[in-house]
Nanobody, 121 residues
Framework: QVQLVESGGGLVQAGGSLRLSCAAS????????MGWYRQAPGKQRELVAG???????NYVDSVKGRFTISRDNAKNTVYLQMNSLKPEDTAVYYC???????????????WGQGTQVTVSS
């Protein structure tokens, strides 16, 4: 069984910062990409940022220069440092990991339960 547990969401004023963490636990052999998605009310879920096992990163244009994704492979943990937050960043943020539980088994995408980020104006 694999679990992704997120923490760090909350309420912050515009211009403030938050740091999200997501730890993957359970029977894990290898993790490929890890990332963060978000879903605002009435909108589709979108990829915010992703990081590969080798450290390559990608970001949605709207957060470039403000958000930083990082990863600790030894702890199977991914972080999202969010600075200069804007009201439009308000959403439920979901952690995501593409991993395999055994050698030779196809990689599968797993999701966290989501954490609310609310940015007030």
């Amino acid at each position: 069984q694999v679990q992704l547990v997120e923490s760090g969401g909350g309420l912050v004023q515009a211009g403030g910062s938050l740091r999200l963490s997501c730890a993957a636990s359970g029977s894990i052999f290898s993790i490929n990409t890890m990332g963060w998605y978000r879903q605002a009310p009435g909108k589709q879920r979108e990829l915010v940022a992703g990081v590969t096992s080798g450290g390559s990163t990608n970001y949605v244009d709207s957060v470039k220069g403000r958000f930083t994704i990082s990863r600790d492979n030894a702890k199977n943990t991914v972080y999202l440092q969010m600075n200069s937050l804007k009201p439009e960043d308000t959403a439920v943020y979901y952690c995501n990991a593409v991993l395999t539980q055994r050698l030779g088994v196809p990689f599968t995408r797993y999701w966290g339960q989501g954490t609310q980020v609310t940015v007030s104006s």
